[in-house]
């Protein structure tokens, strides 16, 4: 790379970096997240050139890959630990998943697209990212088998937190999800799982793309 290059490409993060903490991402650990991961990786085609702005952009399947302050939101409301077992319900590009990959032991990530899941799985073993292991299927049942989990993200709005998650959260475990119609504003919510019953913490209002039971078709 020439060094005119090199410096577009610093001064590119450090804008991104910036607006990250501008827009509330200030925990330390998710911002060293996601300057590690590359947002421009993830973004292809038409929009690519837009992967350092704080916007969510197209990608395949006619789905989004989210704006990175709400990912950074989220993945700071999440309180990931190092030994922690991260569920994620849908990949769509597979960069949320990527920047979780830098904090919690395992992520598992579960798309109904089995082209995402395809896709992002090649990117992960491009990246050299060991701990994520992708999976098509219906995210609205969880992952029975490899529950259960400290930490699960949605990042599709359903109406309600799904009930299967819910009892797929360890004791003490944290979920960070959007709830509401799909065709409004949605709210970010927190829940964590006590002893007896949960605790829920209204986050921000979020536009995400609808929780939709069932594999696609491609
Ligand atoms: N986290 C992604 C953005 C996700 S967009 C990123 O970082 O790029 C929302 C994704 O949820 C879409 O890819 C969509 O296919 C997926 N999705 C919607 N309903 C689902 C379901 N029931 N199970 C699994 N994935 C689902």
Redesign the pocket.
Known sequence: MSGEAQEDQAERKMRFLFALRSKGVTDARTLNAMEAIDRGR?VRGLFANRAYEDMPLP?A?G????QPSI?GLMTQALQVRARDTVL??????????AVLSQLARRVYT????RR?VRESEALFAELSIPNIVPIA????RGLPDQAPFDRIIV??AAEDPPGPLLAQLKIGGIMVLPVGQSDTVQRLIRVERLEQGFDYEELRPVR???????M?SD
């Open positions: 993830f990608i399947c789905q989004t890959i989210s990912v994620e319900i849908g990949t769509g590009s597979g960069y949320q998943a579960v798309d109904r697209h995402l299927g219906d995210g609205s990042t599709a995400f793309v609808p929780l939709v039971e069932g696609a």
